[in-house]
């Protein structure tokens, strides 16, 4: 348990990568000026079409904390690169600009930051909200990180399996700067699952330091988040080959893999999608793909043995 009284000497950077959400940005923007513990807000404008860049440049009128940079990189993981690049603090926290904070963010990570001087990688939990939710952009301070939950050392080497109170995502995370051991931050080679394929890669190079506590809303009222099942097979080519890439071991990497392509083929096959089907079944390495027809024949073999035995019984 983390104890009150710490000195805290880290500054807190904040990175938010923005194009055309100019109905949140500005809820955005509050939610983290509402803490004086914010060193600085950079935001990146990436391509923006809408009002979101002039709506910023209001901030940055306001605050001298908040800091603009248009580009036209048109990819998410370019934008927040350049952004932890044009961070001034130590600590950089990631923000998409439609998420908010419900707390003090940035002293948790200071405290995490202060506590654990082996770690790199920081994180708290989150909720999933929709614009139909009542949002509460109330200030809250956190000066004992004990109160609100105790902080975990994770590895998500195998990430489907981590507790959901201990996942991270692109809006509840924070890295060092500079990075002691992780030589790169987001891919920007993949369309999706670039924070997925970021978080595998940094447990190469050692833990995760998450505390639980729900400080970030992620709002999914306008996700343009990519489902795996619908993601195109380029898109899961460069994920695999980055994701294989993060294992030790040969056993891990098709351990993992093969487990993750049996439930996207099972979910394909339940919406129909045969041609994807088929295409997660290619991915599947030889064993499984001889071992998944058994399996499933003696499942359903188990299924007609259930069922015939609960017909003798209803006859008797």
């Not at 419900?102 to 909200?129: C, I, N, S, W």
């Not at 109170?165 to 993949?190: D, E, G, H």
């Not at 460069?238 to 093969?258: A, G, P």
């Not at 027809?293 to 008797?316: C, D, N």
Request: charged content about 25%; glycine content about 6%; aromatic content about 10%.
């Amino acid at each position: 348990m983390i104890e009150s009284g710490i000195v805290v000497k880290s500054k807190v950077s904040v990175v938010i990568p923005l194009h055309d959400k100019e109905t949140t940005i500005g809820r955005t923007l509050d939610s983290i000026l509402a803490y004086p513990s914010v060193g600085d807000v950079v935001v990146v404008d990436d391509a923006s079409t809408d009002n979101s860049a002039r709506i910023v440049d209001e901030y940055c009128r306001t605050d001298a904390r908040v800091r603009l940079h248009r580009r036209e990189f048109k990819n998410v993981s370019m934008a927040r690169n350049l952004g932890y690049e044009l961070a001034e603090g130590d600590l950089v926290c990631f923000l998409d600009a439609d998420d908010y904070w419900v707390g003090d963010v940035a002293t948790v990570m200071k405290q995490l930051a202060e506590h654990y001087p082996g770690v790199e990688v920081f994180g708290v939990g989150h909720r999933v909200v929709s614009g139909r939710e009542r949002i509460n952009l109330k200030p809250v301070q956190l000066s004992v990180l004990g109160l609100i939950g105790r902080p975990e050392l994770v590895s998500y080497q195998d990430y489907w399996i981590v507790p959901k109170s201990l996942r991270i995502c692109s809006s509840t995370v924070a890295f060092r700067k500079p990075r002691m051991r992780l030589p790169s931050l987001f891919n920007p080679r993949l369309k999706f699952g670039e924070d997925l394929d970021l978080w595998i890669r940094a447990s190469r190079y050692g833990k995760t330091c998450v505390c639980p506590a729900a400080l970030v809303e992620i709002d999914r009222t306008d996700s343009t988040t990519h489902v795996y099942g619908s993601a195109p097979p380029e898109a899961w080519n460069l994920l695999s080959e980055s994701l294989r890439e993060s294992f030790e071991s040969e056993r891990k990497r098709v351990h993992f893999w093969d487990r993750k392509m049996a439930h996207e083929l099972a979910r394909a096959i339940r919406q129909f999608k045969l041609p994807l089907a088929w295409w997660f079944f290619c991915r599947l390495s030889l064993p499984f793909q001889l071992f998944l027809p058994i399996h499933l024949s003696l499942k359903a073999l188990r299924r007609v043995g259930l069922g015939l035995a609960t017909a003798s019984h209803e006859k008797s």
